[in-house]
């Protein structure tokens, strides 16, 4: 059974789309390969109060990783990539080349790079950490302009001091 609902970002609105509870899509408005509309289930908003709240914490600066369960749908390929990409830490970026070495396929950085644009759960699976070998923004399923916000936002907030426990 698949629901949605949209919640409002800095990003602009976000559509949130769980499989049985879990989040298994995480879409921008105008994003490329953002499945169509009549997939994402029914309206419910109350399926999703972790994620909003951890979303929230996120853009809030406070969140720096995501814990929420996920379940990815594509190739096995595609998977991998996608796991591979929670791997890259907050504030921090890697090349597509970095990507596929990561993987045990060094020599597929061009379809890590199609895998990468088609992450169905994107700012929780981190694929705008991942850029072109000379450290260009080659491009982003939301736009370059919400990468380099993301990009440039993490560093901000990597940057901030801790709070005092």
Known sequence: MRTHTIVDSPLGPLTLVAADGVLAG????????RPVPDTF?????????????QLSA??????????????F???EFQRTVWQ???????????????LAERIGKPTAARAVGLANGKNPISVVVP????VGSTGDLTGYGGGVDR???????????????LPLL
Do not use: N
């Open 26 to 33: 995480l879409y921008l408005d105008r994003q490329r390969h």
């Open 73 to 75: 749908v594509g190739t």
């Open 58 to 71: 996120y853009f809030a600066g406070t969140l720096t990783e995501f814990d929420l369960p996920i379940v």
């Open 147 to 161: 990468k380099r916000y993301l990009l440039d936002f993490e560093k901000r907030a990597s940057l901030l001091p």
């Open 84 to 98: 591979a990409l929670c791997d890259i830490p907050y504030g921090e970026t890697v090349s597509y080349g970095e």
């Open 127 to 130: 694929c705008h950490r991942v």
């Open 41 to 53: 289930g029914t309206p419910d908003a109350g399926a999703f109060g972790a994620v909003g709240e």
